[in-house]
């Protein structure tokens, strides 16, 4: 049974950070391109930052320069480090596997509030 968990989300001031982390099981991790999205209240579910197994890296233009994503294939796991966290971040962050199969977690809110 392929498992994604998130965790690492919460609420922060803006200007704060966060590193939220995305556990695998059930798949051969380090075959699989992962990735992070999100999804604010009343929007659709954007892609904002992916990783091949080869270790390419793509980020959504909003998120360039203060967001990361890495992987650690002995972990079976993605993280996505936040930096400058702003209000427009608000939203619930999915982990997504994709090879040729597509695998997605629960979720983990973010909130950026005052």
């Known amino acids: 049974q392929v498992r994604l968990v998130e965790s690492g989300g919460g609420l922060v001031q803006p200007g704060g950070s966060l590193r939220l982390s995305c556990a695998a099981s059930g798949i051969i991790f380090r075959i699989y391109a992962m990735g992070w999205y999100r999804q604010a209240p009343g929007k659709q579910r954007e892609l904002v930052a992916t990783i091949t197994s080869g270790g390419s890296i793509n980020y959504v233009d909003s998120v360039k320069g203060r967001f990361t994503i890495s992987r650690d294939n002995a972990k079976n796991t993605v993280y996505l480090q936040m930096n400058s966290l702003k209000p427009e971040d608000t939203a619930v962050y999915y982990c997504?596997?994709?090879?040729?199969?597509?695998?997605w977690g629960k979720g983990t809110q973010v909130t950026v509030s005052s």
């Open positions: 997504n596997a994709k090879l040729a199969s597509e695998w």
